[in-house]
């Protein structure tokens, strides 16, 4: 891999990064010098419509609010200070627990669905695939009209548990956490499934049949081979559904019937009945330094270092 | 990449829907035409072609009302949707008052429009039918002077309760803490309306400011946690009518569909007195076509059509005269009887009182998941 | 090795159970009473409501314009910047990608509410084209993630073997890597069509006076109470997409 990258490095950076292993630059003069450009777009929407927005967003959270809306050109500390008040030290911790609760039930239903049906034949694969994403293509708030249909008192289950006599009133499901960590998984469940699929569908199967072959364990030779072949595509799925469920508060709005808050709904009321430009932008920052600080932190324990691309 | 064929195909079929739609939706603007015949001798013709950006939350106006509308003036109309009042006043902000023509929101937000300048002064003789209006809704807080604002349906939270599935008579606010009720009531999630309730029945107001007094109202709330089973602000009355919970605290478009699917539920008008909140449409400092905003707000205001829309919004009819055109069904949940006991608006507070309702709704929240 | 039935049977399951809602939505945009927890009787009023709402179908073709277009344009630049990035390994390649992938990591809210500030001060006309924008921002990181992670695990000696063969860039870039990355771009793109077809937040800040998007339609008017039209017009998109997606075997299997 190393080869690749640096003479890559070489003939694409030209100059800029010369520095690094400029033996081999001649050796390779061909027409491959402007592989650079290929990232010029993106260098270029990221500049300009990301970290733009970004550091004003920063900027603001510095800000003073105004008495209606917007921001007042006065530095303050003030936003910040106000985060460490219990009240939203506590909406920080439980939207944690939250995120955390839901990744994990997540990798266990969305890491054996996309591991299997990367195992499916091309036919298959395809199928899957669409399937897994046609639920996703109707609103999200339809479908999560749909579950309280079924789960709510009296409801679908309710009488399909009735109608069979394994209970006998109804299970008041709905508007509990267990509701909520429910929604989460069911709303974020495609992107570990996609994520675990993606690097288990490259995989060496090979790999797994020598293991076998060797004498290791089903066991074993998941854990030694086929676990850490995965690894990416599973980071990348936790990544993907941890970050959203802190912030995903129209499940906990709708399946939990608001008696859950999250550090989204906080933002969401200061922006709106708050009018608090400036704390919502300090909120903001703060949840997106920890989002950053857990990724970095989980990167080191899982010890994936070829992971330079992805976080 | 043959086999990825299906997926390109299953992206095309989603713009299908639309070739088929888009054939029906020219036929559907001709159903309005023909009433509008008797008013094409009033110069219909000096907006043709225009467009007119009205902009407010969805469901505001019954298609056919819109439809009559365009085909009497000869205009388009962009309906385009905002889902908090906040979000409205962000978005004229930022415009500077420009892009919309008619805006429709809440009263309190208003108040705010109107002190930043971008709301546009009417003109009252653009507006024959401003003298349909309800006096009761005019002249308020936010309008004092009725420069800007034109009322378009007025809300008043209310408690509807199912007396078969409780013993307890609810005729206040404070019955809810009846601990009967435990995980059996639903609330409606504005803040300011539940812990103004609660502030009334420690002896406070809707608008009280003192931050002591809110702090006490908040552990009044805590208290009431454990009956709680949600709090909900889109489809609370849902919940009330398949028998998740036996009372709630709702919206009066909510109030209307529960009593319009349950007859036999009690509606409470709470004792502590009411709380109620006026919609209002205005023209914004820079609207492109502030002459054709002025004659649909005219041609809203007028009595039928007034009450055409009121029956389709399930809000109390602010038009006076739209009463006698109101169905005898609906008459009782769309025209406020003159001796509804008196009701305060809710009027914008204090950033220090603000701040403390926020603190004490998150609390409750936090007890409520909690129980 | 005998293959065990286990994995079937559980994507099966799985796969159902997340049809779940879809169906009972189906089911209940034949309800004749308009509120969801009353069973009033089979109608199709529902439907014939929903041929007149012409404000949904615009709505409606926006969404699809708009996803179409925030789809293709970040798979152009999440694709060609993920093998950039990969193929250059510049230092700050690190930096660009962790803040091109932070749209995802904020809330919703935050992101629609910086971004309308950004655009009026940059002079923007808010509709369409910030739409578009907006959506581009979110819709880069599924692919770009996406693609990345595929690129690491490829085996960089096949592109090597091409170039010293003679191929050039392009050729390299268009034979070899584009086919090998192709499924990666595809779960991106479905995954990022899915989240554009379905944003109310930001949407609802950088749209301008004449684009409704229907995610704005259906959440603003689910508001106002239950619509039994919009579950009638998801319906109709499913059966749509089923029905395609039908012929369209048909149509393969007679060819192979």
């Given amino acids: 891999m190393m080869g690749s990258d640096g003479r890559n490095r070489n003939t694409a950076g030209g100059s800029l990064s010369a520095g690094s292993g400029s033996g081999r630059a001649k050796k390779n003069k061909r027409k491959r010098s402007s592989v650079w450009i290929l990232m010029m777009p993106l260098y270029a929407f990221t500049i300009v419509f990301v970290l733009f927005p970004l550091l004003y967003m920063g900027f603001l959270s510095f800000m003073s609010r105004a008495e209606v809306w917007g921001f007042v050109n006065e530095f303050t500390l003030g936003n910040y200070k106000r985060i460490l008040e219990p009240l939203y030290l506590n909406t920080f911790k439980d939207s944690l627990k939250l995120a955390f609760i839901s990744t994990i039930v997540n990798i266990f239903i969305g890491y054996p669905y996309g591991y299997f049906m990367a195992r499916l034949d091309e036919k298959w694969k395809r199928i899957m695939m669409l399937l897994l994403m046609i639920p996703f293509w109707t609103s999200g708030l339809i479908r999560l009209n749909g579950w309280i249909i079924v789960f709510r008192s009296n409801g679908i289950l309710d009488k399909l548990l009735m109608g069979l006599h394994l209970t006998d009133a109804p299970l008041k499901l709905l508007y509990t956490y267990p509701m909520v960590v429910f929604g989460m998984i069911y709303a974020l469940m495609p992107f570990m499934i996609l994520a675990v699929y993606s690097s288990a569908e490259k995989m060496d199967w090979t790999l797994v049949e020598a293991s076998r072959d060797l004498g290791a364990g089903a066991a074993e030779t998941f854990f030694r081979v086929t676990l850490p072949l995965t690894m990416p595509g599973l980071l990348s799925g936790v990544i993907l559904t941890f970050i959203p469920s802190m912030g995903l508060f129209f499940v906990a709005d709708l399946l939990g019937g608001n008696k859950i808050v999250l550090i989204g709904n906080i933002i969401q009321q200061q922006l709106t009945k708050g009018r608090n430009l400036p704390f919502a932008a300090a909120l903001s920052v703060v949840l997106m330094v920890l989002t950053s600080l857990l990724i970095a932190l989980y990167r080191r324990i899982a010890g994936t270092r070829q992971l330079e691309g992805l976080i | 990449?043959?086999?990825?064929?299906?997926?390109?195909?299953?992206?095309?079929?989603?713009?299908?829907?639309?070739?088929?739609?888009?054939?029906?939706?020219?036929?559907?603007?001709?159903?309005?035409?023909?009433?509008?015949?008797?008013?094409?001798?009033?110069?219909?013709?000096?907006?043709?072609?225009?467009?007119?950006?009205?902009?407010?939350?969805?469901?505001?106006?019954?298609?056919?009302?819109?439809?009559?509308?365009?085909?009497?003036?000869?205009?388009?109309?962009?309906?385009?949707?905002?889902?908090?009042?906040?979000?409205?006043?962000?978005?004229?902000?930022?415009?500077?008052?420009?892009?919309?023509?008619?805006?429709?929101?809440?009263?309190?937000?208003?108040?705010?429009?109107?002190?930043?300048?971008?709301?546009?002064?009417?003109?009252?003789?653009?507006?024959?039918?401003?003298?349909?209006?309800?006096?009761?809704?005019?002249?308020?807080?936010?309008?004092?002077?009725?420069?800007?604002?034109?009322?378009?349906?007025?809300?008043?939270?209310?408690?509807?309760?199912?007396?078969?599935?409780?013993?307890?008579?609810?005729?206040?606010?404070?019955?809810?803490?009846?601990?009967?009720?435990?995980?059996?009531?639903?609330?409606?999630?504005?803040?300011?309306?539940?812990?103004?309730?609660?502030?009334?029945?420690?002896?406070?107001?809707?608008?009280?400011?003192?931050?002591?007094?809110?702090?006490?109202?908040?552990?009044?709330?805590?208290?009431?946690?454990?009956?709680?089973?949600?709090?909900?602000?889109?489809?609370?009355?849902?919940?009330?009518?398949?028998?998740?919970?036996?009372?709630?605290?709702l919206y009066t478009s909510q109030v209307t569909e529960t009593i319009k699917a349950r007859p036999d539920f009690v509606q409470v008008y709470p004792k502590e007195g009411l709380g109620f909140g006026t919609m209002c449409m205005f023209i914004p400092s820079q609207a492109p076509n502030a002459d054709l905003a002025h004659e649909f707000i005219n041609y809203i205001l007028d009595s039928e059509i007034s009450a055409k829309c009121f029956e389709y919004m399930g809000y109390y009819s602010t038009t006076k005269t739209a009463e006698e055109f109101i169905s005898e069904e609906m008459k009782p949940l769309l025209i406020l009887p003159e001796d509804a006991p008196g009701g305060t608006a809710i009027e914008n507070i204090s950033q220090e009182a603000n701040d403390a309702h926020e603190k004490i709704w998150a609390a409750f929240q936090n007890a409520c998941g909690q129980s | 090795m005998r293959k065990s039935r286990f994995p079937a049977i559980y994507l099966a399951v799985i796969t159902a159970l997340t049809f779940v809602p879809i169906v009972v939505t189906i089911i209940y945009s034949f309800n004749a009473s308009k509120i969801t927890s009353v069973w009033g009787g089979f109608s199709l009023s529902w439907y014939k409501e929903l041929f007149r709402d012409r404000d949904l179908f615009r709505a409606l073709k926006n969404s699809l314009i708009l996803g179409f277009a925030a789809c293709l344009i970040s798979a152009v630049i999440g694709t060609l910047g993920a093998v950039g990035v990969k193929r250059t390994g510049w230092k700050i390649n690190d930096f660009i990608s962790y803040i091109s992938r932070l749209p995802i990591m904020i809330p919703e809210i935050i992101l629609g509410m910086v971004y309308l500030a950004v655009f009026s001060f940059m002079g923007f006309k808010f509709g369409m084209l910030t739409l578009i924008i907006a959506h581009t921002s979110f819709c880069i990181p599924y692919i770009f993630m996406m693609v990345s992670d595929r690129l690491i695990g490829m085996d960089p000696q096949i592109e090597e073997a091409a170039r010293d063969l003679g191929a050039n860039a392009r050729q390299v870039f268009f034979d070899i890597t584009l086919p090998s990355i192709t499924p990666a771009i595809l779960s991106g793109l479905l995954l990022s069509f899915a989240m554009s077809f379905d944003d109310v937040v930001i949407s609802v800040f950088v749209t301008g006076s004449t684009v409704n998007t229907l995610p704005i339609k259906i959440y603003t008017r689910m508001k106002t109470g239950v619509t039994p039209e919009i579950n009638a017009l998801a319906a109709i998109m499913i059966a749509v997409t089923m029905i395609i997606l039908f012929l369209n075997r048909l149509y393969q299997r007679k060819h192979d």
């Fill in chain 2, 1 to 249: 990449m043959k086999k990825y064929k299906s997926i390109l195909a299953v992206l095309l079929s989603m713009i299908l829907p639309l070739a088929m739609f888009a054939g029906c939706g020219s036929s559907g603007g001709q159903s309005g035409s023909e009433e509008a015949a008797e008013g094409e001798t009033e110069g219909a013709d000096q907006y043709k072609g225009q467009s007119l950006n009205i902009y407010t939350w969805d469901g505001m106006f019954p298609q056919d009302v819109l439809d009559d509308f365009q085909s009497r003036y000869g205009v388009t109309i962009n309906y385009s949707n905002f889902d908090y009042d906040e979000d409205m006043l962000a978005k004229l902000e930022e415009t500077k008052g420009g892009e919309y023509d008619v805006v429709i929101a809440d009263d309190y937000i208003l108040e705010l429009v109107n002190n930043e300048g971008l709301s546009m002064e009417l003109d009252k003789s653009k507006i024959p039918n401003w003298s349909n209006l309800d006096s009761r809704f005019l002249g308020l807080f936010y309008d004092p002077e009725d420069k800007y604002d034109a009322p378009y349906g007025a809300g008043i939270p209310l408690i509807v309760y199912d007396p078969a599935a409780t013993d307890v008579k609810i005729e206040g606010f404070a019955d809810l803490w009846d601990p009967s009720l435990k995980d059996n009531v639903a609330l409606i999630g504005n803040y300011r309306v539940i812990d103004g309730f609660t502030l009334q029945t420690l002896g406070g107001t809707l608008n009280s400011e003192e931050v002591d007094l809110i702090e006490k109202a908040g552990e009044k709330l805590i208290e009431l946690a454990p009956n709680i089973r949600a709090i909900n602000d889109t489809n609370t009355q849902d919940l009330l009518i398949s028998g998740e919970v036996a009372a709630a605290f």
